[in-house]
């Protein structure tokens, strides 16, 4: 499931996607096609160690995710995250000096499902790929934006500069019974999102896992739990904005049955939505996007 917001004035628009509970995540393949970044560094001999995972290679949310490097040349590092929906986010610390050895950690955030992390230990900072200044760059969440950020790393390579690249997968998930979001970090979001219209933005999303049963549109009781959090900032705090409902299923059956599943699942969400929050249905639009 994945929750779009555009502010509009004092309205907002979300737009909720929503998926089995087998959703294998990042739906145009922003993963794979980064599996092309090659490393040219290959004397630095530059190794990773990954502190925070279960044996099962899961993370919990709000759990701390440490990456530890240690090369045998000093170098200088920036990682990049790509979520389970492809949202790709580069991050970097001006601060560091070049070091052989050092940390990387951060708390790990929804959404729900396998999240990779590239880590680029390179000769020279890494300047064409952030605007001035900056430690973070939203790099995008399509292969268009993958591609361009691949030919970026080449260019880079191609000027002088050595990369060595080294990737790590895990799941993210959550304790036992517990919910991807919570009220206040949604409405955190939505407020953001407000707040950056006047920057000519205002667009945001909040991707997220609605569990369905196999094959089915109805919502599982760890699902209703996670819509009861969505539900309650809508008919809290924000009751003005209209609700776009996005369904969605996975790649296996024909065309034309994942179409029409998906939009029986966000018909589900609606009629959840209404029947427990007493949302308007004029608020809630289904909207079916296939496999």
Same mark, same amino acid.
Not at 236 to 254: F, I, N, Q
């Given at each position: ?25 990042? !739906?145009?393949?922003?993963?794979? #096609? ?5 490393? +040219? ?25 440490? &990456? ?33 050895? %050092?940390?990387?950690?951060? +708390?790990?955030?929804? !959404? ?34 993958? #591609?361009?950020f691949i030919r970026q790393i080449s260019d880079i390579q ?14 993210? #998930?959550? !304790? !036992? %019974? ?13 407020? +953001? ?16 896992h609605i569990q369905f049963e196999f094959d089915s549109d ?8 996670? &819509?009861?959090?969505? @539900? ?8 003005? @904005? ?33 029947? =427990?929050?007493?949302? =308007? ?11």
């Amino acid at each position: 499931m994945e929750m779009r917001l555009t502010a509009l004035g004092m309205a907002a628009a979300f737009h909720l996607a929503c998926s089995q509970a087998a959703c294998a995540g990042d !739906p145009v393949n922003v993963t794979d #096609t980064l599996s092309a970044v090659a490393s +040219n560094w290959k004397d630095a001999f530059m190794s990773l160690d990954i502190e925070g995972p279960t044996s099962e290679g899961e993370v919990n949310i709000d759990s701390p995710l440490a &990456l530890r490097y240690e090369a045998s040349l000093p170098g200088y590092v920036c990682y990049l995250r790509v979520s389970s929906h492809g949202d790709m986010t580069l991050t970097r610390d001006l601060k560091s000096p070049a070091s052989s050895q %050092g940390e990387i950690s951060y +708390n790990i955030k929804p !959404p729900l499902g396998t999240e990779l992390v590239v880590v680029f230990f390179s000769s020279a900072p890494l300047e064409p790929l952030f605007a001035q200044g900056e430690n973070t760059r939203a790099v995008g969440d399509d292969l268009p934006s993958a #591609t361009a950020f691949i030919r970026q790393i080449s260019d880079i390579q191609a000027s002088g500069t050595k990369i060595a690249a080294r990737r790590y997968k895990y799941l993210v #998930t959550t !304790p !036992p %019974g517990g919910t991807e979001y919570t009220t206040r970090g949604i409405e955190f979001t939505i407020n +953001n999102a407000r707040q950056s219209k006047a920057s000519g933005s205002g667009d945001a999303r909040i991707p997220s896992h609605i569990q369905f049963e196999f094959d089915s549109d109805k919502v599982t009781d760890q699902g209703k739990r996670d &819509l009861d959090q969505f @539900g309650d900032v809508m008919s809290r705090k924000v009751r003005d @904005g209209a609700v776009v409902l996005e369904g969605h299923t996975d790649a296996m059956g024909p065309d034309d049955y994942n179409m029409t599943l998906s939009w029986r699942r966000a018909e589900a969400v609606k009629q959840y939505l209404s029947d =427990s929050f007493g949302i =308007s249905k004029e608020r809630l639009k289904a909207d079916g996007k296939g496999k």
